[in-house]
Nanobody, 117 residues
Framework: QVQLVESGGGLVQPGGSLRLSCAAS????????MGWYRQVPGKQRELVAV???????KYAESVKGRFTISRDNAQNTVDLLMNSLNHEDTAVYYC???????????WGQGTKVTVSS
């Protein structure tokens, strides 16, 4: 059974930092591209950052230079370090594991991040 469990969300002031973590189980972690996505009410879920199994990185333009994604294949975890947070970063953040051949995609339950003074 595949499980992705996010942690680290919460309330933070503008300009502050948070680190999200996602622990994966039930998947061959090294074979998956791991990603963080976020969603606010009334809007589509959007990509924040992904890291491939070859450690290639991709970031949304809105978070470049502020967020850093990393993975630990020994621990089956993927982290998202978020710096210089602003109100527009308020969202529920979801962890995703995806691969092709065969095509698979799994989601965590989400962790809420609120940026507010």
């Amino acid at each position: 059974q595949v499980q992705l469990v996010e942690s680290g969300g919460g309330l933070v002031q503008p300009g502050g930092s948070l680190r999200l973590s996602c622990a994966a189980s039930g998947v061959s972690f090294r074979a998956y591209t791991m990603g963080w996505y976020r969603q606010v009410p009334g809007k589509q879920r959007e990509l924040v950052a992904v890291i491939t199994n070859g450690n290639e990185l991709k970031y949304a333009e809105s978070v470049k230079g502020r967020f850093t994604i990393s993975r630990d294949n020994a621990q089956n975890t993927v982290d998202l370090l978020m710096n210089s947070l602003n109100h527009e970063d308020t969202a529920v953040y979801y962890c995703n594991a995806a691969r092709e051949l065969p095509s698979r995609s799994f989601w965590g339950q989400g962790t809420k991040v609120t940026v507010s003074s």
